[in-house]
């Protein structure tokens, strides 16, 4: 993990605090969510800080309240059925920019997305799907 080394704030020195919970509001209707993120924390003027890998735990935390699939887990699927991305594309009809969207964290898939996603993790819906894409 690497931080900041001088406050954006004041100048002042920066130091690694650890994994901290960090709440956030989440939705029109503000959801309060929390994440543990790593933070850095200026020792001068109380500065916080955190780097990409909160923002990934934030929008985990959201997966989770949403009951889809993180980022991760999208990709171990993919990834348990030996495919790359442009191949679950063609298998699933889904867009090969959108599969890379939600596996990086950009975007959430929808319900029926994630639904569909964890109904090929299934061997024999995903042998079934193989098939079909061999059809056309």
């Not at 960090?22 to 200026?42: D, Q, R």
């Not at 985990?60 to 993180?70: K, N, Q, W």
Request: proline residues 4%.
């Amino acid at each position: 993990m690497c931080g900041p080394e001088s406050c954006p704030d004041c100048g002042g020195q920066m130091i690694f605090v650890g994994e901290k919970p960090w709440c956030f509001k989440y939705g029109e209707e503000s959801v309060e969510l929390t994440a543990n993120i790593p933070l850095w924390e200026c020792k001068d003027c109380g500065f916080a800080w955190t780097d990409g890998r909160g923002a990934m735990l934030e929008h985990e935390a959201v997966c989770r309240h949403l009951g889809v699939l993180t980022p991760h887990e999208v990709r171990e699927l993919r990834e348990r059925h030996g495919l790359t991305q442009g191949e679950l594309a063609q298998l699933t009809g889904f867009g090969v920019r959108s599969i890379k969207r939600w596996e990086r964290g950009a975007l959430v898939q929808n319900p029926s997305a994630d639904r569909f996603l964890r109904l090929i993790d299934d061997a024999e819906v995903m042998n079934k799907l193989r098939k079909l894409a061999e059809q056309n």
